[in-house]
């Protein structure tokens, strides 16, 4: 049944992994766990809702406990980001994360059929690489600008138009991303790029709005 969608690998255990157990008020909790419904349910749908509701109650109750210092990993508490979702497809990711938001969780789906390069963001990121490569080209750094990813409001990008001081100080900022990326090479000068622009918190917050290091759906 999932052997073409969730292979199953052989795999050893790690040997640092019992230094750092997972425990819960202060029990060591077992490496795996299986949930039964308590009622019959009828449909599909419905087993999915109580099944995504039951894992975002159970990740909420563990982040709670984090909260408390009572849900560790080793001798630290456990983050939003230690937690992964295992979905079968983007209908089960959609009803975990719907499920996780109403709790005031946030995150993020990772998907490995569905291509980066064909997201609204990696348009954007194109833009944008463009206009570092070429930070005196007007056209493209206007282009850059313009873009979800900088998200500057029509009234900024028409005050350009006016405030040569402002338009300098773009052009001066992109010439030093132009000229990390020839001195450093790219990952550098994306780490800068993303560092001062806050790109990261803004690809997180997503649809839910809230940026967060969440649990990721993934499949």
Known sequence: ????????????????????????????????????GEREIQS???????????CA???????????????????????AKDIAILVRDRTEANAVRQALAGRAVASVYLSGRE?????????????????????????????????????????????????EQLWESLVAEFSGYHDCWLNLGILPMLRRLLARRQLAEQLLAGEQGAPTDGPAASR
């Open 115 to 163: 291509s980066v390069f064909n997201s609204q963001e990696a348009v954007d990121l194109n833009l944008i690489l463009q206009a570092i490569q070429h930070p005196q080209d007007e056209r493209r750094l206007r282009a850059a600008l313009a873009t979800g990813l900088l998200d500057y409001p029509a009234s900024f990008l028409e005050r350009l138009n006016r405030d």
């Open 57 to 79: 109650s159970h990740i909420a109750d563990v982040l709670a406990a984090a909260a408390r210092g009572e849900a560790l990993i080793g001798d630290r508490p456990v983050e």
């Open 44 to 54: 599909k749908k419905s087993y999915l809702n109580s099944m995504a509701q039951a």
């Open 1 to 36: 049944m999932y052997n073409r969608d969730i292979p199953f690998l052989p795999v050893d255990a790690a040997n640092k992994a019992d230094k750092t157990p997972f425990t819960l008020a202060g029990q060591p909790q077992t490496p795996l766990n299986l949930w039964f």
